[in-house]
């Protein structure tokens, strides 16, 4: 079981800033929100910075600008897994951020509730327990995206992602993973952070051999997002620590 519970979080009232897109251009879903991702207690992530995977082996602190009612869901979510990397059944990909690339679900944590010093908490298990970040040797850097999702109390999985066991954090039922299948159901994610993080022992990013696309699985693209955005209210700090130690991880 992963639990995650609460450390100091700020009391101040403070104001949602908006200052760029904290999810990937081109991706989505999409928001312009600030998830406040910090691992190890000291290296905080400003969105897109290439993080050293070795300091990556424990699951972040999490934290937010607003006071959120209700219960919530925080997933992270590799855009940039080879397709080739999977020997899937079917013939449809879900599209990752360049052509001939799909995703990987790197952690999935659920029932998040807001605890009355300002922190989130959660009692339930991880859905998917943090993975750290583990890119091929000489590939491209990979991009990892937090998404901070409300969560409905009838929630359960879309379709697409429905049905799939994403325990132990090895398991190929990771990749091809909707988050916009998520959000068609839930709405747009209410906040959001992503990192880049390179493989450490690569010499020469890009060089690995990605191999072609299966046959059959032509390059995805993707499919836009259009539900209505939702707007955040009720501003003060919280914080989401996840205490679960995760030491190894695929992709
Ligand atoms: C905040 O609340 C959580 C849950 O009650 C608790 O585990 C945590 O220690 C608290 N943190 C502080 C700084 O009081
Ligand atoms: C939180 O709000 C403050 C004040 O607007 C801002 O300085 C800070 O950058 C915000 N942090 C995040 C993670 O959005
Ligand atoms: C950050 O924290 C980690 C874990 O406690 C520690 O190993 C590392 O030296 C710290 N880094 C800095 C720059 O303080
Ligand atoms: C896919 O299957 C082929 C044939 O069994 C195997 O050689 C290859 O290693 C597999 N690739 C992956 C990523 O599992
Ligand atoms: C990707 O997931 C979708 C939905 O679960 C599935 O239809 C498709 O076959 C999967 N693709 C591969 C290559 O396994
Ligand atoms: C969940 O509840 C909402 C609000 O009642 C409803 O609109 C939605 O269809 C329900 N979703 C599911 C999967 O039952
Ligand atoms: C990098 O290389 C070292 C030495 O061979 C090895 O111990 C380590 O596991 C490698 N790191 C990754 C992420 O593959
Ligand atoms: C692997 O894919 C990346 C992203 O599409 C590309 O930049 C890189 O050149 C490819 N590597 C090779 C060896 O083709
Ligand atoms: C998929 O994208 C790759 C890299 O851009 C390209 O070489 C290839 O022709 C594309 N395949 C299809 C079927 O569009
Ligand atoms: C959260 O709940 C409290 C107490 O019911 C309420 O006063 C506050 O307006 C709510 N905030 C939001 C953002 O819904």
Redesign the pocket.
Known sequence: MSSISAVGASALLLTASIVQAQTPPGSQPSTNHALAVKYNGNLTLTPNALLPQPLLASAPAVSLNQTLNGTHMLMLVDLAI?QSSINGTGSEFYPGL????TTRLHWLQSGLTQSANGTFVSDTAAIADYGQPHPGLN??AHTYTFYLFSQPANFTLPSWDAGRVFNPISVSARMNFSVSAVADVVGAPLAANYMRVLNPNTTAP?????GTCPTGAPNSTVTPYTGAAIQLQGMASAVVVVLSLVVFALL
């Open positions: 080879p360049v052509p001939c690339r590939d491209i890009g060089t690995f051999l990605n």
